[in-house]
């Protein structure tokens, strides 16, 4: 049996990382950090990018320092935010935090990650959880967890979690003599449910190409406001059929106006116009 091999790479791998020599050496698949806390990963921008280009197959994980339920929501709304709709073959939680480790918590830590996956699931996403062999046998109650399993265990021996186990991450301090010569997560593809060995087509989300606004955006007078940010606004109005796609011009005009308005109202939004935190929010993850 030859398992199919996969890595997994954060900011602590720097810039300009091999993903292609990855490819070369027979790697399939690369989990990359988003964020950690409410951090995003300064390089997760670059890293899905070249990640992508050299056809490597990306999934995406959070390392969080949560411990409710509320937390675990507020942990999946900020990654979606990041993600902005972009496809992954699965969003994952990585809960092995000391905050988390305690047998008090075996329910808590359980239910945590059911609301961070039942968040990013409502916008299409697979969910993932990781931790230790250790930490998911002592710090979780097992049976309410029914997502795929990525497992750490730096042995020659799979992973025993009484559950069954889709990515084993074999060793974080291998050092080999391949594309890239530091120590480097590595993993092995136990269970393919995320259609990392097919090249089946998948529906994937369209993928909104202009940056989140940072400012406010809203009709100003004499002079509109313009710039890609309002682009981005329009193309997701476009997306709601709220503004015809012809009209995506990075002009704050009176229709980009009418259609913010008629978009506000039945998502009981103050209807003032304005794309503030709130609408801005609500048009990143309603």
Same mark, same amino acid.
């Given at each position: ?24 050496? !027979? ?27 050299? !056809? ?68 299409? @996403?697979?969910?993932?959880? *990781?931790? !230790? ?46 594309? @890239? ?81 008629? *978009? ?8 003032? !116009? ?13």
């Amino acid at each position: 049996m030859v398992l199919v091999k996969g890595i997994d790479v954060s900011k602590h791998q720097g810039r300009n990382f091999d993903f292609v020599g990855a490819k070369k050496a !027979g790697y399939e698949f690369v989990i990359l950090r988003i964020g950690c806390g409410k951090t995003k990963d300064i390089y997760f921008e670059e890293n899905y990018t070249a990640a992508i280009l050299a !056809g490597l197959k990306v999934a995406v994980y959070h390392y969080t320092y949560s411990t409710t339920e509320a937390q675990g929501i507020q942990d999946a709304t900020r990654v979606l935010g990041w993600l902005n709709n972009r496809p992954v073959f699965a969003v994952t939680y990585d809960v092995e935090d000391g905050k988390q480790k305690s047998t008090t918590r075996k329910v808590a830590n359980a239910e945590m990650y059911n609301a961070f996956a039942n968040r990013v699931k409502s916008k299409g @996403y697979q969910t993932m959880i *990781y931790s !230790g062999e250790y930490f998911f046998n002592n710090y979780f109650s097992k049976g309410l967890i029914t997502d795929p399993l990525w497992i750490a265990k730096y042995s020659s021996k799979v992973p025993n979690v009484g559950k069954e186990v889709h990515i084993w991450q074999w060793t974080s301090d291998a050092i080999q003599d391949d594309f @890239y010569k530091k120590k480097l997560d590595r993993n092995y593809l136990l269970k393919d449910v995320f259609g990392i060995t097919t090249d089946t087509p998948v529906e994937v989300m369209e993928i909104n190409p202009y940056p989140v606004p940072s400012r406010n955006l809203k009709r100003t007078y004499p002079i509109m406001m313009k710039g890609n940010d309002v682009k981005w606004l329009q193309w997701e109005l476009a997306q709601r059929c709220f503004l015809p796609e012809k009209d995506i011009d990075g002009k704050f005009g009176n229709q980009t106006l009418a259609a913010v308005k008629a *978009y506000q109202k039945p998502y009981g939004l103050k209807v003032d !116009g304005i794309v503030g935190p709130a609408t801005r929010y609500s048009l990143l993850n309603d």
